[in-house]
């Protein structure tokens, strides 16, 4: 059941990208029953749920809502990806197994981003350096002076 609830997530998900406007759920709807038989409540549920995630905005116009993504597919997918991650007990192994389920062509867009990623760091500056007596801050203890910029 989860496993469906998440493959119809991403199903909703790639018909508001695909289509690139405002959507509603019976357009939603009528579309998702091209491939398989579904409720309208359920595609009302999801949305809503979409929306409580922050993967949708929704505007009302009458007395439905249309939907509209807040984001890109890349980024949804990469909180996916993480969410998934995190679940687990062991991350390295999670990622073993991840890789040695990828293509090749996948293999080279993960060393591709790799190295993009190396281009910029997103680690915080060290923080020793900061906390070190030249600093004019040390570790645990404010000294009440203040850094450039005005005084607070």
Known sequence: MVRQLGELENAIMTRVWQWNRPVTVREVLLDLRSERE??????MTVLDKLH??????RERVGRAYRYEP??????????LMNDAWATGDNPAAALV???????PE???????????????????PDQ???????????????????GPGPAR
């Open 70 to 79: 807040v984001s890109s597919r890349e980024a949804y997918t990469a909180a």
């Open 97 to 103: 197994h991840f890789f040695g389920l990828m293509s």
């Open 52 to 57: 409580r995630k922050g993967w949708l905005r």
């Open 128 to 146: 020793a350096a900061a906390d070190s007596p030249e600093s004019g801050r040390e570790s645990g203890r404010d000294t009440g002076e203040t």
């Open 106 to 124: 996948q293999r080279e867009a993960l060393r591709d981003a790799l190295r993009v990623a190396a281009l910029f760091p997103s680690d915080p």
């Open 38 to 43: 579904i409720a309208y409540t359920t595609v």
